[in-house]
């Protein structure tokens, strides 16, 4: 078998762990409810508002190049394919509770993965701009990061991290009580 075959299977193989993977996110955002919802939205609203916030900077220097490339976004590249395959959206659990929250994202496409590695992609990403996950964010081509300005991209991205690190999914599992903790021992 060739490589070439090999990751093909292995490709194939890590969609359907990304799709099993996202479904579990799903059904664990659906669960959370009460204090731990208004938690959740909290930090939601934060993580958002700052992926706007970067947004309105990057936006007219997307609008300028990549309408004439053709490429970056698609990934297509075999040798890309594992890393990108075993995330639907390259979400992490994490960042895609800040955005699913109180926002319906697009319908997944799990046949867009095999040809473009990206379950929301579609002539562009699907995803509300506030709904990116924070790889996709960090992600600029080298056209992108000699046009802009990289120091206030990192100050943005800087509080988007901080906004996932500072996340508790204890507290999306209502464990941060003193009265949860005693009864785990």
């Not at 895609?96 to 319908?107: E, I």
């Amino acid at each position: 078998m060739s490589n070439t075959d090999n990751l093909k299977k292995q490709f194939l193989s890590d969609i359907h762990l990304a799709q099993k993977k996202f479904e579990f996110y799903e059904k664990f955002y659906r669960d959370i409810s009460g204090d731990r919802k208004k938690y959740l939205q909290a930090c939601s609203k934060a993580y958002k508002k700052e992926s706007l916030a970067l947004r309105k900077i990057i936006q007219p220097h997307i609008n300028k190049n990549c309408p004439k490339c053709d490429g970056c976004c698609k990934l297509y590249d075999p040798e890309l394919s594992i890393y990108m395959s075993d995330s639907i959206g390259v979400f992490e659990f994490i960042d895609y509770l800040l955005v699913r929250c109180d926002t319906v994202l697009p319908d997944i496409s799990i046949n867009n993965m095999e040809e473009n590695l990206c379950a929301f992609w579609a002539y562009g990403c699907s995803l509300p701009d506030d709904c990116r996950s924070f790889t996709c964010m960090q992600w600029f081509c080298d056209t992108l990061k000699t046009e802009l300005d990289m120091r206030a991209i990192s100050k943005h991205l800087g509080v988007l991290e901080s906004v996932i690190k500072n996340f508790s999914v204890k507290k999306c599992l209502g464990l941060d009580t003193e009265f949860s903790s005693r009864n785990l021992d």
